[in-house]
Structure formats: structure tokens, C-alpha cells
């Protein structure tokens, strides 16, 4: 033990060593460019110059901006303005003082110096602590510091602010903030994020990463490492981590080799491409067009968080207009994006129904959460339950909800409402004692309604039918108008399942569900939080697994679903959805989608096919995808607690999805401290649950371990039936096989690829460490797993009973 310690720990620090290398440098600019221009040491600008690009078309320094200067890159003279594409220290108030320098110091720093005696302290540009033998502005709108050997030690392409350029990549994990207004470039309220899942989303800033967030998404998540890329010739394009290109924006535009071009995530929160034409006559660029838009023909209502807390979107003459909810006021009448606050003293609020209430028509706010739901028959009970709860403070009547409560009551404020027409709902608003001067028009004066062409077509649908009968089609003419009214309802019933699938939970009543199982006949299995039923909801048309939460911690049904609109947020292509979830008196069910291919331990243990091994190396992916989401893509990181085959089930398509997440919660009220109760399933529970230490995230890392292992050799961790004793105990024995370079024998006489094979046992090895902390995230064990990063030699996982001269033997390998 004493000995291999020290070992050990090396081996990790480089494993994470060269993680961090990986991480960082994603975002390294591919061609190393000559600098025709170097700026030396000791150079200095004063404000406000700038030193320019060989081609003059960008500058890097100083430009205005407030009542002072900021420093930053910009592209010059299109229309005598310019378009600043870089900010340093964004969020820095500007510099103010005219006896301010931007150094280039003799000692290799880039700093911002005030001269005035004792004033100010020097500001760093530059993120890194290494020293500068030169820097250089390159046409490409890039500056670099180089070291002494020729080496980029920083450059500005790598922190891009909002704006990527060509040749610039946004890196997996990278992000883009748009900025506070077009004069005033510190951190705004949108951002683009390249997912980790390879998704690249539009979400408001100042939110918790959260798939309910996104206004805009490419839809390319789920496979792999992927980045965005601003290619030559206008080409901005995804792809994954071979370079393969996964999604094309835009396509090449092949004619105007100097054009310039830039992506900019905008001040209204829209990712736009746009194009600076040079102009041979007079040898400027031209004012920029936009090529693309990702937005494109969706309205900007559509962006989340456009207006603000408490106000809602709509468009006026095709232009957005922000308008305050009733009973709110504008905190600042110029910028009505800011939001708006209550506008009545709070006192008397609840003065036993004499609140005053306003009603508007057709507003719809699916991305908030209410603190309750309820069932009311009619609108004016809704209205009536709202002014008979002091908390709430506006109330949302959805008349033909699947869910049976359809009356929503939410405190403010209510940050992403807007009009919607294909709902009929009625939205109810305290507006306090005081009467509400500005009353919000009810039909405002120009909105362009989407539904109107579903109107349209009904119209259409309507004369057509009335036409064919009338010229005597009679009893065909009938048939033909039952089909068409049969497909209308279907679309509409569509419209409420697509609306209510991606973005809130169907609450289901208990009586609804009992029928949707048929009286719970169909037993599908026995989980650790009890038992699954098939179903079929929507009149048979969508088969669902139904649970029987049973063995609870005593909860308010309040905290339960906030337990479950949690779930429900989370999306990922290796998560089994959570659909809906009844919650009535102590009942307590919950709604998935069907698995059709049963689970893991399936087809594994029980299969009459063994998976072929690229099959197993993808369901190997698949589940630790699947778990890095849940640990570092959620809201607030979900542990999982009881990773194991029998909970990762298998789709149509066979692909692995983890199922029971979220629920540990709701045995264990306080996750993070200390269990008391030890839960999970032996032979994958951490050493860490019997020893009364913390749980973290490291404990699913461990038991993924297990699974990977069992993947690997399709067996169980424990099997008392094997041939030799040392074989019994599955890590024991890839331990030793692993370490006497024996690893054919662990997959008997299947066919695998040596090297993943390898690569597998070393990562699952890693992950089954005593220690938690010499366990990898799950980030890492995604990138071991694709090939990403390489993998050091593991130590002996010590909970196995091995021999000390193993471990010396082992620790003197990694040594040499
Ligand atoms: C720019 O916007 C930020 C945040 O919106 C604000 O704090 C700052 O004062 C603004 N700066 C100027 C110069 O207006
Ligand atoms: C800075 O501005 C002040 C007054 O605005 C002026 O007196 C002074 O000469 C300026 N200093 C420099 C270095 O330009
Ligand atoms: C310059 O940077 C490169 C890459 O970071 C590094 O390999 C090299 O050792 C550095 N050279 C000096 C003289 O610091
Ligand atoms: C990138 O995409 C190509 C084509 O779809 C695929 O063959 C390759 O495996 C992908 N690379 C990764 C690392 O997923
Ligand atoms: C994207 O465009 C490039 C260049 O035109 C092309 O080679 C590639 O196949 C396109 N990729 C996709 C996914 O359409
Ligand atoms: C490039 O060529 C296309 C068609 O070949 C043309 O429509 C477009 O206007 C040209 N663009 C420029 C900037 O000349
Ligand atoms: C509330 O509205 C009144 C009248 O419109 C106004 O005078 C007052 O300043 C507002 N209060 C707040 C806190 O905005
Ligand atoms: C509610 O508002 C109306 C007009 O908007 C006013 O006439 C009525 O007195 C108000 N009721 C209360 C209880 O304040
Ligand atoms: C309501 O608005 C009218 C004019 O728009 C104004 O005369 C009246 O004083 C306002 N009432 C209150 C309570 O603000």
C-alpha cells in the first residue's frame, strides 16, 4: 500500500494533466501564421491609437466607447464606424483617464498602465503568466504573443467575446456572450454554448444551464465532441472531433476571396453570420449583409428572456414590442428589456378577495414553473382559487390540457411570457388595491399569428368539402370531410402532446393512469423504488412505463414536484424521458417512455445473442454520456446512486438510456451529506457508502466501472460459478489479467480489437479506485473512452484482497 501510493498519485496527476492541456487548447488557432509585422518589447499606445493589421482592416487598442475607451480589436472604417469583434476585460468600466498606456513591457506583459502617481494598479490584457518575446496583429483579426521560440503563448481567438471570425473556432465546452447593447460591449443577456453532448444551444445568460432554456438549438447533440467552426469563404459549419463536418449553416460562397466574415451572437440574442464585401474602388469594406440568421423565419418572440422578467413579446409591425404584464411598471423606461417590477405596495395584498385581478386572453408562459396545480371545471374557479391564495400572483387557465389540472398558479416573477393563440388560455394577474391605469389591449393592434393558417386551412378544408357536395358527391363527399376532421383533431391533439412533451411534465390524475395500465396488470419489473407497469396512454397510442413509487421519504407534495419538474427538464439522448407523474394523497406515480429492448442486465447476462464488441464499445459510450450529463450538464448535478445493468434500458434502436435518475433524492432528503441508509445495489456501491463519508459524484463513477467491466466480458461482477476460484470476483481477476498482460482471457473467444479492448479494461480499472479522488469524471472517461486523451497505466484498485509484491511489480512498471 505504502508503496505503491506515491505512484499512484503521479499516474493521476498526469492523466488530469494532460486533461486540462486537451481542455484548454481546444481552441488553438490551426496554422501557424509568419507575422509580417511583429510589435517588439517596450512598445506602448496612447489613447487613442491602435496598432493595425498589415491589411488595415482590423486594429487592436484603444476605441471609444461610454465617456471613455476600452481596449479590443475591431474591424476599421466601414461607414467611418467601427465593428468591434474583441473586447479585453469586458466587463472593466472604460478607461477614462488620457494618461493611460496599453504596454507591451520589457518583460514580455501585456498591460494597462495609468501614469498618475499611485492611482492605479496595472491591468493584465492577456490571461497568461508566461513572458512575451513578441506580439503580433494578423489580418485574420487575430492578436498573438509569441515566446522566445516562435510559440503562441496567448491570442485573442482563443476567449472569444461574441464574435468568431474567420479561422476561429468556438471549441467544444466554448461559449459566446452577446453584448449588453450595441454600445456597450460588456457581458450581455444571451450566450451560445457548444454543449458538451455536441449540441450547440441559444439560451438566456443568467440562467443555470438548463435544456428548457434554449430558444435555438442545431440539433447535433448527443454524438460527439463536436466545435463550430467560421471556415474560409463564409463556410460556418459543426464538426466532430475528426473533422468530419456534421452541419453546414452556410455554404461556400466561392467569388470574393476578400471578403470578410464574422459570426456574431447579437444584443437581441440572435446568432448571425454576417459578410464585409471589399470594395476595389475606393479599397474599403463594404457595410455587412447578413448570410445567415439562426433564428431565420421564426419571430424574435420566440427568444427567451427578449423582454425581460414580467413583461411579455409580441410583435408590432413585424417589429418586437415589449409590453408590462399587468400590475408591473418598467424599471427603466429606456432599456424595457431590463424588466419591470410590482408596481403596488405589498401591504393589503391579500385582503380576503379584495385584490384586484385582471384577465388577458391567449398569454402563454410554458418555461416558468408554477408553485401549484389544480383542476377547475371553469375559469372563473381558477380566477376564484388565485385571489383565495396569497401566494399567487398570477394564475394561467388552460381549458383543453391532456393533464386534467389545468388551472396553474405562479408567483412572480414570470420571466419567458408571450402571446399564443393555439391554446384559447386565460391568464389571470393580481394587480393589488390600486386600480391599473395601462390596461394591456386585449387584441393588440398587428400580430401576426401563426395559427391563422391553421384557420386558413380549415377554411380552405371547409369550402372545399361544401363545394364537393355540393356538386352532388354526397356520401363520398361525407367520408372525405370525417377523414379530414379526423386528421385536424389529430394534429391538434399532436400540437398539445409536442407542447407539452419538450417543455413541462404532463400531470396525470391516478384514475387516468390506473386505466392507462389496465388496472396495473402488466408488470414489466421490480426496481429499488418499486414497481413498473405497461401502459398506453392517448388511447393506446403511446406506450409508456408506468412506477409505483413505494418506500418514500414522508414529502410535501410541493417539494415532490419540484423533485419532478427537475427530471423533467433534463434531455438527453441517453436518459430515458420522464413524460409525466401523478402525485395524489400518498400516491406517487411516475410516467416514462416505453423501452421496447428490456435492459441491459438483458443483454448481458441473460442475452441469447452476445453483443458483438463495436456493439458493446457504443453501449459503453452511451451510458457514460448518459452519466456525464447527469453530473455536469443539469442544472444542479444529479448522482445517480444506483448505476447498474438492470437500470439502463435498451430502445427500439438499441440504444442505452439510464433509467431511475433523480430518484435517490426522494429516499434520501439530503444528498449531499451523509447517508445513513445504505442503498444502491452491492457489487456496485463505492467503498465511500460504507464508510460514512460524503457521496459525490465519484460514487456513480465507480459503479460505472463495474458495469463497464461487466460490459466488457459480458458477465456479472460476482459469479460464484466460475471455473476458478480467481476468477469469481470479475475485477479481481481483469486486475490480474490486466497486470500479466493476459487480457484475451477476460473476453473468452470473442472477437475484439485488442487496442479498445485495452483502453476499456484501463478506464474501467481507473474508475473502480478505492479513492475517490483517483477516480476520473465522467468527462474524462468519455474523452479515455472516444480516444480523445490518453490513458496511464492504472494502480490496483485496493479494495481487492491483492498481493503486495502485485502492487510493487505494478508500481515499478509505471515508474519505468
Ligand atoms: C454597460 O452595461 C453594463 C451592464 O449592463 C453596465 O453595468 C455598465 O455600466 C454599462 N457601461 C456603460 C459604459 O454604459
Ligand atoms: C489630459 O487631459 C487634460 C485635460 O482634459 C489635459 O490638460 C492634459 O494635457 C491631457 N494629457 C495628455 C497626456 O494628453
Ligand atoms: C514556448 O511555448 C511552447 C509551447 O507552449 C513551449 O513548448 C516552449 O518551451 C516555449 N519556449 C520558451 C522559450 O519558453
Ligand atoms: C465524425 O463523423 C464521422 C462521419 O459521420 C464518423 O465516421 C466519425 O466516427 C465521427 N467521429 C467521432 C469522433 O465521432
Ligand atoms: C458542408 O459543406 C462542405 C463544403 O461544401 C461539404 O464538403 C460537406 O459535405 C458539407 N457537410 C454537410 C453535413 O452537408
Ligand atoms: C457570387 O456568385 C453567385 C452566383 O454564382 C452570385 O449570386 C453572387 O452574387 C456572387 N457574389 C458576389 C459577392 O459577387
Ligand atoms: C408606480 O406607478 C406610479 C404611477 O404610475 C409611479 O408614480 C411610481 O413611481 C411607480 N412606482 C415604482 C416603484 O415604479
Ligand atoms: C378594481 O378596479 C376597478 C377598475 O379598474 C375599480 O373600479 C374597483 O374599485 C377596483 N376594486 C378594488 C377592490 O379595488
Ligand atoms: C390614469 O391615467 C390618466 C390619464 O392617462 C390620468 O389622468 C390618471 O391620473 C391616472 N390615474 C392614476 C391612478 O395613475
Same mark, same amino acid.
Given at each position: ?218 440539433? &447535433? ?128 395584498? %391579500? ?38 391564495? %396569497? ?15 389545468? %388551472? ?304 466488457? %466480458? ?74 480523445? &486523451? ?27
Amino acid at each position: 500500500m505504502v508503496v505503491c501510493y506515491p505512484s499512484l498519485m503521479a499516474s493521476t496527476y498526469t492523466v488530469f494533466f494532460l486533461l486540462s492541456i486537451s481542455f484548454t487548447c481546444g481552441g488553438a488557432h490551426p496554422q501557424h501564421m509568419q507575422c509580417s509585422h511583429p510589435i517588439s518589447l517596450g512598445s506602448s499606445l496612447l489613447i487613442p491609437s491602435s496598432w493595425p493589421s498589415p491589411s488595415r482592416q482590423f486594429a487592436f487598442g484603444f476605441y471609444p466607447e461610454g465617456n471613455g475607451f476600452m481596449v479590443g480589436i475591431w474591424l476599421v472604417g466601414i461607414d467611418n464606424k467601427i465593428t468591434v469583434v474583441w473586447t479585453a476585460n469586458r466587463d472593466d468600466p472604460p478607461v477614462t483617464s488620457n494618461a493611460t498606456t496599453l504596454d507591451l513591457t520589457k518583460s514580455g506583459k501585456l498591460l494597462l498602465k495609468t501614469d498618475e502617481q499611485g492611482k492605479e494598479k496595472p491591468i493584465s490584457i492577456s490571461t497568461t503568466s508566461d513572458s512575451a518575446s513578441f506580439a503580433c496583429m494578423f489580418d485574420s483579426g487575430n492578436f498573438a504573443l509569441y515566446n522566445k521560440s516562435d510559440s503562441i503563448i496567448w491570442e485573442t481567438f482563443r476567449y472569444p467575446t461574441d464574435t468568431i471570425l474567420k479561422g476561429q473556432i468556438l471549441p467544444f465546452g466554448g461559449q459566446l456572450f452577446s453584448s449588453a447593447s450595441e454600445t456597450n460591449h460588456s457581458t450581455g443577456r444571451f450566450r451560445l454554448k457548444m454543449q458538451y453532448d455536441g449540441n450547440l444551444v441559444l439560451e438566456p445568460a443568467n440562467t443555470v444551464e438548463d435544456a428548457s432554456e434554449v430558444y435555438w438549438e442545431s440539433s &447535433t447533440g448527443g454524438e460527439s465532441r463536436n466545435l463550430l467552426v467560421l471556415k474560409d469563404a463564409g463556410l460556418l459549419q459543426i464538426i466532430n472531433s475528426t473533422s468530419v463536418s456534421v452541419k453546414n449553416f452556410t455554404s461556400l460562397d466561392s467569388n470574393n476571396s476578400k471578403t470578410i466574415y464574422r459570426a456574431t451572437l447579437d444584443v437581441d440574442g440572435v446568432f448571425r453570420l454576417y459578410s464585409h464585401a471589399f470594395d476595389e474602388t475606393t479599397g474599403k469594406l463594404k457595410a455587412s449583409e447578413t448570410q445567415w440568421s439562426a433564428l431565420e423565419d421564426k419571430d424574435i418572440c420566440e427568444v427567451n428572456g427578449f423582454c425581460g422578467f414580467n413583461s411579455f413579446c409580441t410583435l408590432n409591425d413585424d417589429k418586437p414590442y415589449c409590453a408590462c404584464l399587468p400590475g408591473t411598471d418598467f424599471v427603466d423606461a429606456i432599456h424595457k428589456s431590463l424588466g419591470r417590477v410590482r408596481n403596488f405596495t405589498e401591504e393589503g395584498r %391579500c385582503g380576503g378577495g379584495k385584490d384586484n385581478i385582471t384577465t388577458t386572453l391567449n398569454m402563454m408562459w410554458i418555461n416558468d414553473i408554477p408553485f401549484t396545480y389544480e383542476h377547475t371545471s371553469t375559469k372563473e374557479e381558477c380566477l376564484r382559487s388565485c385571489l383565495e391564495d %396569497c401566494n399567487c400572483e398570477a394564475a394561467l387557465f388552460i381549458p383543453n390540457l391532456y393533464s386534467q389540472k389545468n %388551472c396553474r398558479r405562479y408567483k412572480l416573477p414570470l420571466r419567458y411570457v408571450r402571446r399564443d393563440t393555439s391554446m384559447d388560455t386565460v391568464a389571470f394577474f393580481k394587480v393589488g388595491k390600486r386600480s391599473w391605469n395601462e390596461t394591456i389591449p386585449v387584441k393588440p393592434p398587428v400580430i401576426v399569428f401563426k395559427s391563422k393558417k391553421v384557420i386558413v386551412q380549415i377554411l380552405v378544408l371547409i369550402l372545399a368539402f361544401t363545394a364537393f357536395s355540393c356538386l352532388g358527391l354526397g356520401i363520398s363527399g361525407v367520408y372525405m370531410f370525417k377523414i379530414r376532421v379526423l386528421r385536424y383533431k389529430r394534429l391538434k391533439e399532436s400540437e398539445i402532446l409536442g407542447l407539452t412533451k419538450g417543455l413541462t411534465l404532463n400531470l396525470f390524475s391516478y384514475d387516468e393512469l390506473r386505466r392507462a395500465t389496465n388496472g396495473f396488470k402488466d408488470e414489466l419489473g421490480k426496481g429499488s423504488f418499486g414497481t413498473v407497469y405497461k401502459g398506453a396512454l392517448y388511447k393506446g397510442k403511446k406506450l409508456v412505463a408506468v412506477k409505483r413509487l413505494e418506500k418514500l421519504v414522508e414529502e410535501g407534495e410541493r417539494e415532490f414536484r419540484a423533485e419532478m419538474q427537475a427530471i423533467g427538464r433534463t434531455h438527453h439522448k441517453n436518459l430515458v424521458q420522464l413524460i409525466g407523474y401523478c402525485a395524489e394523497g400518498s400516491k406517487r406515480l411516475l410516467v416514462y417512455e416505453y423501452m421496447s429492448n428490456g435492459s441491459l442486465a438483458d443483454v448481458l447476462f441473460k442475452g441469447v445473442r452476445r453483443p458483438d464488441w463495436d456493439e458493446r464499445v457504443r453501449i459503453a459510450l452511451d451510458v457514460a454520456r448518459g452519466i456525464l450529463y447527469l453530473h455536469e450538464e443539469c442544472k444542479a448535478p444529479i448522482i445517480h446512486c444506483d448505476i447498474k445493468p438492470s437500470n439502463i434500458l435498451m430502445d427500439d434502436f438499441w440504444t442505452a438510456k439510464i433509467s431511475d435518475f433523480g430518484l435517490a433524492k426522494l429516499l434520501m432528503p439530503d444528498q449531499t451529506r451523509t447517508f445513513t441508509m445504505v442503498r444502491g445495489t452491492r457489487g456496485y456501491l463505492a467503498p465511500e457508502w460504507q464508510k460514512n463519508t460524503p457521496i459525490s459524484v465519484k460514487a456513480d463513477v465507480y459503479s460505472y466501472g463495474m458495469v463497464l467491466l461487466e460490459i466488457v %466480458c459480458c458477465r456479472r461482477n460476482m459469479d460464484v460459478n466460475a471455473s476458478i476460484p480467481e476468477e469469481i470476483v470479475l475485477s479481481t481477476w481483469v486486475y490480474k489479467c490486466f497486470v500479466a498482460r493476459e487480457l484475451e482471457k477476460i473476453v473468452g473467444s470473442d472477437e475484439v480489437d485488442k487496442r479498445t479492448l485495452e483502453n476499456m479494461v484501463k478506464v474501467g480499472l481507473w474508475c473502480i479506485q478505492d479513492e475517490p479522488f483517483l477516480r476520473p469524471s465522467m468527462k474524462s472517461v468519455v474523452l479515455m473512452l472516444e480516444g480523445i &486523451t490518453d490513458i496511464s497505466v492504472p494502480p490496483c484498485p485496493t479494495n481487492i484482497p491483492c498481493k503486495l509484491s502485485l502492487c510493487k511489480e505494478n508500481s515499478i512498471s509505471i515508474l519505468m
